[in-house]
């Protein structure tokens, strides 16, 4: 792979969305306005412009294997499904520590743009509080995101099996998305579905902030159309 300082001013960047190529210095294509995100990338490299392999099982591993940017991911086993993907736990083949990758369930331009919406969103944070995305590529069957594992669930699934929160844990976890509702927001971006769902535990009891495919940020366009409803019922803002 090329460093950035040895590449063409002609090299055209190809979205990982609907296969155009670009102009090297844009951020969203500009056919269908996916993010390009080149700047994802390991430090010093290149964008490559191709397609992953298909992850292919092997008759003696234990799983697909997801060629990433960054490293190889050794699928598990999966870990859930939602609506929107589905999530998997896996093995960095290069440091040993498990991940989650995340591949969404229908691959249809609006799907695609929110998933890499997701991605450009959470690669500009850096929180503790706030889910971690290590790598990402897209291939035969569309785009994954390998993110940070952190061992317990959601916080939907531990008050299912634990029942209501204690005010400790309550006070803990309130504290916890705070500090990462705060640093999303200096950021400019609002995340618009917060609920126990997308909340995610480290083994400490500390809570995660995940899932930004509905995201939006102040430099970004709205995803969603007029009169169109956003978020979870419940949990949404109850204007909408």
């Given at each position: ?5 040895e ?18 210095d844009?951020r ?14 390991p ?8 397609v ?5 099982i ?6 697909p294997?997801?060629?990433?940017r960054?490293?190889?991911?050794r699928?598990q ?6 609506g929107?993907?589905?999530?998997y736990?896996?093995?960095?083949r290069?440091?040993g ?5 995340k ?9 695609v ?5 997701e991605?450009?969103?959470?690669k500009?944070?850096?929180?503790e ?15 994954f995101?390998v993110m940070r594992?952190?061992g ?10 634990e ?5 400790e ?7 916890g ?5 705060v ?29 930004f495919?509905?995201?939006r ?7 969603t ?16």
């Amino acid at each position: 792979m090329r460093r950035i300082s040895e590449r063409e001013a002609g090299d055209a960047v190809k979205c990982p969305g609907c296969g155009a190529k670009n102009e090297p210095d844009v951020r969203t294509c500009t056919s269908c306005g996916a993010p390009v995100l080149d700047d994802l990338e390991p430090s010093g490299f290149a964008r490559d412009s191709t397609v992953a392999p298909r992850p292919t099982i092997g008759t003696s591993t234990p799983g697909p294997l997801f060629v990433g940017r960054a490293g190889e991911y050794r699928m598990q086993r999966k870990l859930a499904e939602g609506g929107m993907g589905v999530a998997y736990l896996a093995t960095d083949r290069r440091l040993g520590r498990d991940v989650v990758v995340k591949r969404i369930r229908h691959v249809d331009p609006e799907m695609v743009e929110r998933f890499l919406r997701e991605i450009d969103v959470v690669k500009r944070l850096e929180h503790e509080n706030v889910i971690t995305i290590y790598d990402w590529n897209v291939d035969e069957d569309g785009p994954f995101i390998v993110m940070r594992y952190l061992g317990r669930g959601t916080l939907q699934r531990h008050v299912d099996r634990e029942g209501r929160l204690d005010d400790e844990e309550l006070f803990d976890l309130s504290r916890g998305l705070g500090r990462a509702l705060v640093h999303v927001h200096e950021h400019g971006i609002l995340h618009r579905d917060i609920k126990p769902s997308n909340v995610l535990l480290t083994m400490d009891g500390q809570a995660v902030l995940s899932d930004f495919g509905l995201a939006r940020s102040e430099a970004g366009s709205n995803l969603t159309s007029q009169g169109q409803g956003l978020g979870t019922r419940f949990y949404a803002a109850p204007e909408q």
